[in-house]
């Protein structure tokens, strides 16, 4: 069950780091995918217009795409692979071994989109138009497929479908989110990309305020398709388990804030480019356009944090849960205990240890991974005050009074020694001198 | 052992054979890039220093443009390797990731600041720059260097971590943070045989820039490059034999067996770095010579090959009284791997075509303005 050593990150937990880095990576390529899409259509139309300020400004647009997306990019996505494989090891290890030719696919095109990428920047005026132009459509296309791909896996997570019944990787791939999760994506992209190409252009002296405004007005018509956010959100959202809809429906109030921020904060930048940008043909500055782009960078965060928020208490729905304890290892576990299947545990460790070492094994086992000691999410502070009984009374219940959090395993002695432990971590206030202050404060206040 | 985790339950996607010769060819083909981007930054250096000379400087600029995308083929064709081996070692490379977690995880930083910092020196300024001070240029250059080699330094100890199961313990141990330096008597030997023939490849493709058309002085650009290859070669040759000795007294044993798996594997290594020696010395005489540079080339890239397929009957040696790869149960997804195989071949089809327009488009043209090209 726990077989891996578990990774420690002081403060901020291991989950955190995969959060911090997917977040920034998923902004980074959603940009490159929808960076093709404008680069293709751009050129296209720049050529058969003979828009010469058009032209000018993809070859910079082009350069950028290099600078964030090639380099940034690429770097980050990697350090998704290798965050996950520290922070989720057993999920990593489930997900390589059911869809590593998925990835192989992915692969292939994040190559090609690599080779056309590089290709596309150092041949501008050194090939043919006709063959230039090519090049950005492999580039567009290899970078969504990339993305289509992805989608599959992404949305698996949450959504596995029949797979769970019939363990059939096409059945996992094709599950019920996939294709909402690709329109998603694809708006998201295009959207990150038209602001940031209005943010770039106003960043260049050399184009006059008329150029600008037909840049702009141009990259602008890559942003009405936000206005469909909503039905396709909707349709997501049909398809997501019953449990993970509840959470969004006000059963857990972040999630649902969140999800109707992201919604609404697209809709309203797709609304805002085809009234303001597209019809009235205006321009704006860059001042608006970073805010405009500040407001899709935080939809997408905030639709990012719905996504991982809603697949509470596991990371491959109905199989895994989060504290990478398999569903059907919850009966071995309360029989055989927790500490007898974590090896890694159990080093240095007494064949009898006494009960508030055992307790911490049973913390670090279990619950260290979204609630760091001293750190972000701090159960200390979510459980002071708490007399004994309840305390008890609400580990034993965990996964029906929180839903959203894995069932407490273990043996009785090992559940026992957990409570003593948190206690003891209450009575201790050596181990957080200001986590009661910092509590005391906070109900001061709210009174 | 009681700390190695079983393999995964859901067994293989395919047959063990195909993902080994996916993951050592993909493997290959990211050791060359590496090499040039790992040998090459050290040669940088050393150019940097006598760029007053006419052919120095061009072949400095050269090796700079080829850089970042040396650079971004290594991530690339680094991906899918690792894709391969979580699949066939999961439980020993991811475990090796834990115990050297910050390490790990931190070699990523320093690859993305390494990578801009390449972007940085490649950048056209003007000659007021302060970037073009060249005691501000050989920080750069320096720092670029000592990035990429504890980069491959701790890609070395991550290799020698997942095939030493008996150091977990302790390294582990050390620090929840994760420690990288698991006494082993096989990293710093296994570090610099990689580091030196990183060096050696590197030369070779020094010997292909040096010779781009339009050089000036194309055979002492080129045989500058020789002469770092063949110094590391006849360097790689120490460094194979001390390599080789920190390996446990039964496994060499079994090395110098040619009945043995492991032994035919080393007989033809060998048998591929003679004729590349020999190459390298040759070319030293006409370092200008078209069919030797293709003959070394392909030689070269068929010693990385070689290397790489030794390196892995290495690790099943040394995994093999704890795993064997027969273990596992194989579960073929023949559908996705043919979705795959067919996308693949498209794929260099595809890559194919843009190195043909690249060749002829940069052959035939110097800077044109967009208004020629309608």
């Not at chain 2, 005489?285 to 030794?310: D, K, N, Q, Y």
Request: aromatic fraction near 14%.
């Amino acid at each position: 069950m726990w077989e891996y050593p578990t990774w420690e990150v002081p403060g901020l937990g291991s989950g955190m780091v995969i959060g911090l880095i997917a977040t920034v990576h998923v902004l980074v390529a959603h940009f490159s995918v929808g960076a093709g899409v404008i680069l293709a259509i751009g050129e296209t139309t720049a050529r058969r217009n003979k828009d010469l300020s058009l032209l000018a400004f993809l070859k910079i647009f082009s350069k950028w795409l290099l600078l964030i997306g090639f380099v940034f990019g690429a770097v980050s996505g990697v350090a998704i692979w290798f965050s996950i494989s520290l922070a989720a090891t057993r999920a990593t290890s489930m997900l390589i071994h059911t869809f590593v030719w998925f990835w192989a696919i992915e692969w292939v095109f994040f190559l090609v989109e690599i080779v056309a990428g590089y290709a596309y920047y150092s041949s501008w005026g050194r090939v043919p138009a006709r063959h230039h132009l090519v090049l950005a459509w492999i580039y567009a296309s290899a970078a969504w497929m990339s993305l289509f791909v992805i989608s599959g896996i992404l949305s698996f997570m949450l959504s596995p479908g029949k797979w769970l019944e019939t363990g059939n990787v096409w059945d996992g791939f094709l599950n019920p989110t996939f294709l909402p999760t690709v329109f998603l994506r694809t708006l998201s992209s295009l959207g990150l990309a038209s602001l940031s190409a209005m943010v770039i252009v106003n960043l260049y002296s050399k184009f006059s305020r008329d150029e600008r405004t037909r840049i702009i007005n141009f990259a602008a018509q890559f942003l009405w398709p936000l206005v469909l956010m909503l039905p396709v959100a909707y349709w997501y959202f049909e398809g997501i388990p019953s449990f993970a809809k509840t959470l969004i429906q006000g059963g857990a109030a972040a999630m649902t804030l969140f999800f109707l921020f992201g919604i609404a904060a697209s809709t309203l930048v797709g609304v805002y480019a085809y009234f303001g940008l597209i019809r009235a043909k205006r321009y704006i500055n860059l001042e608006t356009a970073l805010l405009l782009l500040s407001i899709a960078v935080i939809a997408t965060v905030s639709m990012e944090f719905v996504r991982e928020g809603i697949r509470k208490p596991y990371i491959i729905y109905d199989r895994l849960y989060a504290n990478n304890l398999a569903v059907d290892e919850v009966e071995r576990a309360n029989s055989e205990g927790v500490l007898a299947s974590a090896p890694w545990k159990r080093i240095g460790l007494p064949e009898h240890p006494d009960p508030h070492l055992l307790g911490e094994k049973m913390y670090e086992i279990q619950c260290s991974g979204c609630h760091v000691m001293n750190g972000f999410n701090d159960v200390g502070l979510l459980i002071d005050g708490w007399p004994k009984e309840m305390l008890a009374y609400n580990l034993d219940r965990l996964h029906q009074l929180k839903p959203f959090m894995p069932p407490l395993v273990g043996t009785e002695e090992e559940r026992r020694a957990l409570v003593i432990y948190l206690m003891n971590l209450q009575d201790n206030e050596g181990a957080n001198p200001d986590r009661k202050e910092v509590a005391r404060d906070g109900i001061d206040s709210q009174s | 052992m009681e700390l190695i985790p079983n393999p995964d339950s859901l067994g293989l996607p395919g047959p063990v054979w195909f993902l080994l010769l996916l993951h050592e060819t993909t493997q290959t083909i990211h050791f060359v890039f590496m090499n040039f981007v790992l040998g090459g930054s050290w040669f940088l250096l050393w150019l940097h220093f006598g760029r007053k000379v006419d052919w120095k400087e061009q072949l400095y600029q050269r090796c700079l443009s080829v850089m970042p995308i040396a650079l971004s083929m290594t991530i690339t064709f680094g991906i899918a390797p690792l894709l391969f081996v979580q699949t066939l070692y999961g439980q020993f490379f991811y475990t090796a990731n834990v115990i050297m977690g910050g390490f790990w995880l931190g070699l990523l930083a320093i690859l993305v600041v390494a990578f801009y910092l390449v972007y940085v020196l490649k950048a056209k300024r003007g000659s007021d720059d302060r970037y073009s001070s060249p005691s501000i240029r050989f920080v750069l250059h320096l720092v670029i260097a000592l990035g990429f080699t504890i980069i491959a330094f701790l890609h070395t100890a991550n290799g020698v971590l997942t095939v030493s199961p008996h150091l977990w313990e302790s390294a582990y141990s050390d620090s929840l943070w994760g420690t990288l330096f698991g006494k082993s008597d096989l990293l710093v030997p296994r570090f610099l045989h990689n580091l030196v023939g990183a060096l050696g490849i590197a030369g070779i493709w020094i010997v292909w820039i040096g010779n781009y058309r339009g050089s000036l002085n194309p055979s002492e650009q080129a045989r500058s490059g020789v002469l770092l290859s063949a110094g590391a070669t006849m360097l790689q040759m120490v460094l194979g034999f001390w390599y080789l000795s920190a390996l446990p007294s039964e496994m060499v044993k079994t090395i110098m067996r040619v009945d043995s798996s492991l032994g035919w594997h080393f007989a033809g290594s060998i048998a591929v770095a003679i004729p590349f020696v020999v190459c390298v010395i040759a070319l030293t005489a006409v370092p200008c010579h078209r069919g030797l540079r293709w003959l070394t080339s392909t030689i070269g890239s068929l010693l990385v090959f070689g290397m790489v397929t030794f390196s892995g009957k290495v690790r099943e040696a040394l995994l093999v009284e704890h795993f064997d790869l027969s273990q596992w149960t194989v579960n073929t997804q023949s559908g996705p791997i043919l979705v795959f195989l067919t996308l693949f071949s498209l794929g260099l089809v595809c890559i194919g075509w843009i190195a043909w327009i690249l060749w002829n488009g940069f052959a035939e043209s110097s800077e044109v303005t967009e208004e020629s090209l309608y």
